[in-house]
């Protein structure tokens, strides 16, 4: 009987909340208040509520179509669902509502790095199985794109983890709960993070591996229906997961709260990061390749080099 | 008696029109038209209506001009690279029948000479408005279209 009722509660877990089922609503909410902010910000009225649904069912519903010289069939077909599944399981190690997570280990702020830069591989694999000239050249701008803001990006994940001396997201979070103002050492590392999400989610700025004026719909140029519908969805997921990383990483998890509270202060502070990425979307346009490379370079990786000494500093007089 | 599935399709199509802009052959005078339909200030976001540079992505192909008889080829390859279902608007009087172009050497005449047409756009060149309307009009029929089929 126990057994029974721990596997339903399991699959509870990893179906509902907060696995695919939340996630899936989370994300299509996400996307709704993303575009609606952006509209806002242009002064227009915008889409409706249920607009990213609506484009979700009609994508499903659609043909689609395998190129005839895609180069490997199999590969076309499977990518959505590899790069959808690896950002549902990094999920699973952030602690959501409460301060406790469905899985933890010791390093797991590594792994869900590593499970958060499989969908950028994923998008690049599809950029070159379509073998046609646009996406061909999508999937080296997402590589050249992937090495410029992945490594500040790493960085900066790894000062809390000094600051809070553990490499686990929830006791990073635990930590900072526990002293809510060593939240502001990590004030410039949380900065770079924002920017460098941008890059993540390949947004503008730094749209330029689907720059529609450029390269038609970049590695995505050959997709259609249900896959593509997929690596939408993928893509506004892997926003939740890394605004929900983002939170407990830097902005100290449920602060405490557990339950219901947890979960409004987790959705209030999700918000904030949309907020933010809307107004970095609206206020820019799109840079170039070597622009960006040479900022990510140049600006975010020194700066996210002092922030590790401005932790590792932290740690010697508070820890 | 259409399923749920069904029904549930036909809302997403008609709430989520995603278009591509093709140049058959026009003056440009309907490409700015089209161009201006997209700008924040009519908002075609307000209708899901989205532009896509992929023919892939697309559902309703807009196609302006009249059809010379160089880009015949390549408007039948766009539209046959388009996943289904899918609809055509013919934007402007060229499209629509030839207009002012219809006698030329190189042309071949209306859209609809090369592919099923769903929807024509009068105007010379239209307004954005009218290009609004007509994808409205066109996604309010949908349905009317589906059960024919
Ligand atoms: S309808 Fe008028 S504006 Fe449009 S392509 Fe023809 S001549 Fe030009």
């Not at chain 1, 899936?24 to 649904?53: C, E, H, S, T």
Request: contains cysteine.
């Amino acid at each position: 009987m126990e057994m029974i009722k721990e596997l339903l509660i399991q699959l509870f877990e990893i179906l509902i909340y907060p696995g695919l089922l939340f996630l899936f609503v989370a994300a299509l909410l996400a996307d709704w208040i993303d575009r609606k902010l952006y509209a806002r910000m242009q002064n227009r009225q915008g889409p409706p509520w249920y607009q990213p649904l609506a484009d979700f069912v009609k994508l499903i519903s659609k043909e689609t179509i395998i190129p005839k010289h895609a180069v490997g069939k199999h590969l076309f077909r499977v990518l959505p669902y590899l790069a959808i599944s690896a950002v549902v399981v990094c999920i699973f190690f952030i602690p959501i509502s409460g301060s406790l997570a469905l899985m933890s280990f010791q390093g797991d702020l590594i792994a869900a790095a590593y499970l958060l830069s499989i969908p950028t591989m994923c998008f690049f694999l599809i950029g070159w199985t379509s073998s046609s000239p646009y996406s061909a050249v999508g999937a080296m701008r997402v590589l050249t794109q992937f090495f410029a803001y992945e490594v500040p990006m790493i960085l900066v994940l790894i000062g809390p983890a000094i600051v809070a001396g553990s490499w686990r997201i929830e006791d990073i979070a635990y930590y900072y709960s526990a002293n809510p103002s060593m939240m502001f050492v990590n004030i410039l590392g949380f900065i770079v993070a924002l920017i460098t999400m941008q890059g993540k989610l390949e947004r503008v700025p730094f749209d330029i591996p689907h720059a529609e004026t450029e390269i038609v719909g970049g590695v995505f140029t050959e997709y259609s229906g249900k896959l593509y519908g997929f690596i939408k969805l993928a893509i506004s997921i892997e926003m939740i997961v890394v605004a929900a990383l983002f939170n407990a990483v830097f902005m100290g998890g449920s602060l405490g709260l557990e339950g219901f509270l947890g979960f409004l202060l987790f959705c209030f502070k999700v918000l904030i990061i949309i907020l933010i990425s809307a107004i970095i979307r609206s206020a820019m346009a799109r840079v170039r390749i070597e622009q960006m490379i040479n900022f990510c370079w140049r600006v975010l990786v020194p700066i996210a080099m002092l922030q590790l000494i401005i932790s590792i500093i932290a740690r010697a007089f508070h820890g | 008696m259409k399923s749920i599935r069904e029904q549930v399709a036909a809302w997403a199509r008609t709430k989520s029109p995603w278009i591509i802009h093709f140049n058959s052959g026009s003056c440009n005078g309907c490409d700015i038209e089209t161009v201006a339909a997209l700008t924040p200030r009519f908002d075609v976001e307000r209708f899901g209506i989205v532009q896509h540079g992929s023919p892939r992505h697309a559902d309703v192909l807009i196609v302006t001009g009249a059809v010379s008889k160089q880009q015949k080829d390549r408007l039948v390859r766009i539209y046959n690279q388009m996943a289904n279902p899918k609809f055509v608007v013919a934007l402007g009087a060229c499209a629509a029948g030839g207009g002012v172009l219809q006698n030329c050497y190189g042309v071949l005449g209306g859209a609809d000479k090369a592919i099923p047409v769903d929807l024509y756009v009068p105007g010379c060149p239209p307004r954005p408005e009218a290009l609004i309307d007509g994808v409205v009009k066109l996604l309010s029929g949908i349905k009317g279209v589906e059960n024919a089929k």
